[in-house]
């Protein structure tokens, strides 16, 4: 049986939730939101894994209209932010648009409206608003001889909270985010670990500290003091822009803050010389610990930084030949980012898929509109992660544009609206000009950010105040429109 509905709002992250609220606030009540799980949250319902928590500030890592005065500390662990999100889900009244468990398999733009099919129902909307993030799928790399393995295998975004670890010979594969995360948690509870890496990252300290009670206290009784400690960390990670993008020889200063890290934290110079990285600060994601070099250099961890061959029933063999008898194999290598399922899972005008469109990598309107695809915006878009703020700030850019469009829309009386691919071409052309010169391009590294023909198409290559600049107005001339 089937919904017809003005507005369908995919997933309930911080980008599907953010967008259902700024939707019922500015009048619009004929829209639902569609979410696989059974709950709200997002990639913050998704990673459960030991140790998990944001690496942005918690101040800044929340909706503006939504400040929490009781953030335990000033780095929020997941449990907290699945549950802020929750929060915010209720007080605002959204969860009743909520269709739980609806998981979207396709969505096509039919005879000037969409037709969206999930596994439950099938849904008709005039408008479609994408919030599924690019940290939703996990990738998992093609190991020889993996389906042949006796032990346990799982993805830290798929963590399995039933196996029991103590005892274990457990390897994990990759360096990333998650894994400096849930390396040192699991650490003292293993029997052996052996951490495979191929890129050591640059880590660097988490000035993390808990709130205190008077704090808290302050925050409740004057907002506008928890407004200025978030605008404080605003205009700081602001700074970081400079390095990043600006003046990359910032960055060889900053680095020496890492290198120095890593000098302090691990005496060993064999293990030490494992853990240097060969590229500048801020090609590859910057990542904060001060617990995870600790924890490698412990007696029952291994790093081994030989490729992998194959995978055995009963361990791992390095491009080396040497075994590595374990028995469970944690997958910390990330997510699919610039490979994104909703690439083959929306078409546009003429039955044009995202992947068809997107040939020439992944490319987008200020992130968000998409030519060849009317009344679609997506959320979290091309071009819109940040290598040194919050993204919570840039969805909130994107949600005001795209309320913009729709109270233009409405005032003018258009039914549809899609950008123009001239305009798009601008955009785009202009994104990958400014992207040249930054560390993530010149910075001798290949990463997450980059697509497999080392385009850079997700990283915002300026300011998040420039983009918030962009995004302020929705200009009907950049888009073709047809009227009612």
């Not at 609806?102 to 969206?116: H, K, L, P």
């Not at 005001?400 to 955009?427: C, H, N, P, S, W």
Request: a neutral charge; charged letters at 20%; aromatic letters at 10%.
């Amino acid at each position: 049986m089937g919904e017809r509905h003005r507005i369908v709002v995919i997933g309930t992250g911080f980008a599907g939730i953010g967008m259902a609220v700024r939707l019922k606030q500015a009048g619009y009540d004929d829209f639902v939101v569609l979410e696989r799980a059974e709950d709200v949250g997002g990639t913050w319902r998704d990673n459960t894994y030991p140790g998990c928590r944001c690496d942005v500030p918690s101040h800044l890592y929340s909706f503006s209209f939504a400040p929490n005065p009781d953030w335990s500390s000033t780095f929020s662990p997941q449990p907290e932010i699945e549950d802020y999100l929750r929060k915010v889900t209720e007080s605002y009244g959204v969860r009743p648009h909520i269709r739980f468990g609806n998981t979207v398999e396709s969505a096509r733009w039919v005879d000037g409206s969409w037709q969206i099919a999930t596994n439950q129902q099938t849904f008709t909307a005039d408008i479609v608003l994408s919030g599924m993030g690019p940290l939703a799928e996990p990738s998992y790399p093609k190991l020889p001889g993996i389906e042949d393995f006796e032990g346990e295998v799982f993805h830290s975004a798929r963590w399995n909270h039933d196996l029991n670890l103590s005892g274990r010979k457990v390897a994990v594969i990759g360096t990333g985010a998650s894994a400096i995360q849930f390396v040192p948690a699991i650490q003292p509870e293993v029997e052996e670990l052996h951490l495979f890496q191929r890129t050591p990252p640059w880590v660097m300290p988490r000035p993390d500290r808990k709130i205190t009670a008077a704090e808290k206290a302050i925050y409740r009784r004057f907002p506008l003091v928890q407004k200025a400690v978030r605008a404080g960390i605003y205009w700081g990670r602001e700074s970081m822009v400079l390095g990043f993008a600006k003046l990359p020889a910032i960055m060889k200063q900053a680095q020496k803050v890492a290198e120095k890290h890593l000098a302090h934290q691990v005496r060993d110079p064999l293990l030490r010389a494992k853990l240097t990285p060969d590229f500048t600060l801020g090609c590859k994601r910057v990542l904060i610990s001060d617990d995870y070099y600790p924890a490698l250099a412990r007696p029952n961890v291994e790093v081994v930084t030989d490729g992998i061959a194959e995978v055995t029933p009963t361990g791992i063999v390095t491009t080396e030949g040497v075994k590595h008898e374990v028995d469970t194999i944690v997958y910390g290598t990330g997510f699919k980012v610039t490979d994104l399922p909703v690439m083959d899972m929306v078409h546009g005008r003429d039955g044009v898929s995202l992947r068809e469109a997107w040939a020439d990598g992944m490319q987008a309107h200020l992130g968000t509109a998409i030519a060849g695809f009317p009344n679609f915006f997506m959320l979290i878009g091309p071009n819109t992660g940040l290598g040194h703020s919050s993204m919570v700030f840039m969805i909130e850019s994107q949600i005001a544009y795209i309320l913009d469009a729709l109270k233009t829309m409405d005032a003018q009386g258009l039914r549809e609206v899609e950008v123009r691919r001239d305009v798009q071409r601008a955009f785009v052309d202009g994104v990958r000009s400014s992207m040249r010169n930054t560390i993530w391009t010149r910075g001798g590294c290949t990463s997450w950010y980059l697509d497999s023909e080392g385009r850079n198409t997700t990283i915002w290559p300026s300011f998040t105040f420039r983009f918030r600049q962009l995004t302020r107005r929705f200009d009907p001339s950049e888009y073709q429109t047809l009227a009612m």
